[in-house]
């Protein structure tokens, strides 16, 4: 029972190129949502899904994208990576709306030089 | 909009002792879902405790307890008889039940066990 699983783990990034974080879950959950941690900020939703084919912005949506072409998929694009994205970031699924427990990946330490 | 207030960024206790890490959240909402994460260095964030705002019992999962007091908007939680195995960074967190579920997070108490 893999959960949600995330990749790279870390990462290292120059200013200006792009990259993919992939999140993948394998409980057929309908949520995913995307979250940044910074020191002393705590997590903020970057992007959410409510299922295959509908994203919408969270609090922080500067400066990426998301897509969630099937169920299982939710990754995150940072087309042009800047220092302010230098951070932790999780990945999250509930199983639906009534369900309350989000289950998150292990999360990927980003750093942007 | 909602948000999360954890005034104690740091906190420490002596091994078997119990500790109290504070939370105050601010909504306009009378039902909605509180939690407590538990982030180890290990980075995962571990679901430990979670209160649904209708209930007015407060929740309890074996050493930890919560003290919900819905009118006040505080959500406190208690660990009893600490164990080294605590020690990690505690975030409270808010959810809706008004359109897609999202968290709001506080900014995190890391807690300290002293042996």
């Known amino acids: 029972n893999a959960g949600v699983t995330q990749t790279p783990k870390f990462q290292v990034l120059k200013t200006g190129q792009s990259m993919t974080l992939q999140c993948a879950q394998d409980?057929?959950?309908?949520?995913m949502s995307w979250y940044r941690q910074d020191p002393g900020m705590g997590l903020r939703l970057i992007h959410y899904s409510v299922g295959a084919g509908i994203t919408d912005q969270g609090e922080v949506p500067n400066g990426y994208n998301v897509s969630r072409s099937t169920t299982e998929d939710f990754p995150l694009r940072l087309l042009s990576a800047a220092p302010s994205q230098t951070s932790v970031y999780f990945c999250?699924?509930?199983?639906?709306?009534?369900?309350?427990?989000?289950?998150f990946g292990q999360g990927t330490r980003l750093t942007v030089v | 909009a909602q948000t999360v207030t954890q005034s104690q960024p740091e906190m420490s206790v002596q091994e078997a002792e119990t500790v109290t890490l504070s939370c105050t959240y601010d909504?306009?909402?009378?039902?909605?879902?509180l939690f407590w994460y538990k982030q180890p260095p290990s980075r995962q964030m571990i679901l430990v405790i979670r209160q649904e705002a209708y209930k007015q019992q407060n929740a309890t999962e074996n050493r930890f307890s919560v003290n919900f007091q819905k009118a006040a908007k505080s959500f406190s939680l208690k660990i009893s008889d600490s164990q080294l195995g605590d020690a990690a960074m505690y975030f409270c967190a808010y959810r809706t039940l008004q359109g897609a579920q999202k968290l709001v997070f506080g900014q995190g108490t890391r807690l300290t066990i002293n042996p």
């Open positions: 909504t306009s909402e009378s039902d909605y879902y």
């Open positions: 409980m057929n959950h309908e949520y």
């Open positions: 999250a699924s509930n199983r639906d709306r009534v369900n309350t427990e989000a289950f």
